[in-house]
Antibody, heavy 118, light 108 residues
C-alpha cells in the first residue's frame, strides 16, 4: 500500500521557520517526482513546489520563491519542505503528493497544518 | 502562467442527477488535465487524468472530456458518496501547475 505521511507542522510566529517532512512507503521513491501542495483554511488547493526524482531540479510557485526550499533524501524515502520568512498567508494544511506518470498527483498524504500567528 | 476557472462554484443536486462541472483555461494546452475529489478534512483524490482517463478504482459514473481550453467532469448519476468538492488542475506546462478554484457539490 502506498503511503505518504507528513509531519512537522505547528504554530510559528511571523518571520519564523519550520521544516516539514514526508515519509514515503509502498513504492519506489526514487522513481517519482514529488510535490508539496497547500490549502489555506476554507480555500482551494495551491501547488507549492516540485522536485525531480534525483533532486536535480526544483520548481516553486512565485509566492514562496526565496523563502521555501524543497528537498529529498532518497536513501530515507523522504521529502522535505524548509520554510523560512513565514507569513500569515502561509497558514495552510500542507500536503505531500506523488507525481504520477503523466497523470498529475496520484497519491497524497493526510496533510500537516502550519499556522503562522503571533 | 495558465489560469484555470471552474464553474459553477457551488452546485446543488439530488441523488441520481447528472452533474457537469466545467473548467476553462486561460490558454490552450494539451490534454494534461486532471480532476480531483476532496471531502472535508481529507486529502484530494485523483479521479481523472489526461482529461478523460479514469484513475484505477474510480467508479465509471465519473467521466471527463474536453480539449484546448474547455474541459468537463461529468457524474452520470450522483450518489451519496459523491457530495464533495471537485478541483481541476493542469499539468501540461512544467513547472507551474495550477488548480481551479473548486466546485462544491451539495445536496439539494
Amino acid at each position: 500500500e502506498i503511503q505518504l505521511v507528513e509531519s512537522g507542522g505547528g504554530l510559528v510566529q511571523p518571520g519564523g521557520s519550520l521544516r516539514l517532512s514526508c515519509a514515503g512507503s509502498g513504492f519506489t521513491f526514487t522513481s517519482f517526482r514529488m510535490s508539496w501542495v497547500r490549502q489555506a483554511p476554507g480555500k482551494g488547493l495551491e501547488w507549492v513546489a516540485n522536485i525531480e526524482e534525483d533532486g536535480s531540479e526544483k520548481f516553486y510557485v512565485d509566492s514562496v520563491k526565496g523563502r521555501f526550499t524543497i528537498s529529498r533524501d532518497n536513501a530515507k524515502n523522504s521529502l522535505y519542505l524548509q520554510m523560512s520568512g513565514l507569513r500569515a498567508e502561509d497558514t495552510a494544511v500542507y500536503f505531500c503528493a506523488r507525481i504520477g506518470y503523466d497523470k498529475g498527483f496520484d497519491n497524497w498524504g493526510q496533510g500537516t497544518l502550519v499556522t503562522v500567528s503571533s | 502562467d495558465i489560469q484555470m476557472t471552474q464553474s459553477p462554484s457551488t452546485l446543488s443536486a439530488s441523488v441520481g442527477d447528472r452533474v457537469t462541472i466545467t473548467c476553462r483555461a486561460s490558454q490552450s494546452f494539451t490534454n494534461r488535465l486532471a480532476w480531483y475529489q476532496q471531502k472535508p478534512g481529507k486529502a484530494p483524490k485523483l479521479l481523472i487524468y489526461k482529461a478523460s482517463t479514469l484513475e484505477s478504482g474510480v467508479p465509471s459514473r465519473f467521466s471527463g472530456s474536453g480539449s484546448g481550453t474547455e474541459f468537463t467532469l461529468t457524474i452520470s448519476s450522483l450518489q451519496p458518496d459523491d457530495f464533495a468538492t471537485y478541483f481541476c488542475q493542469h499539468y501540461s506546462s512544467h513547472p507551474t501547475w495550477t488548480f481551479g478554484q473548486g466546485t462544491k457539490v451539495e445536496i439539494k
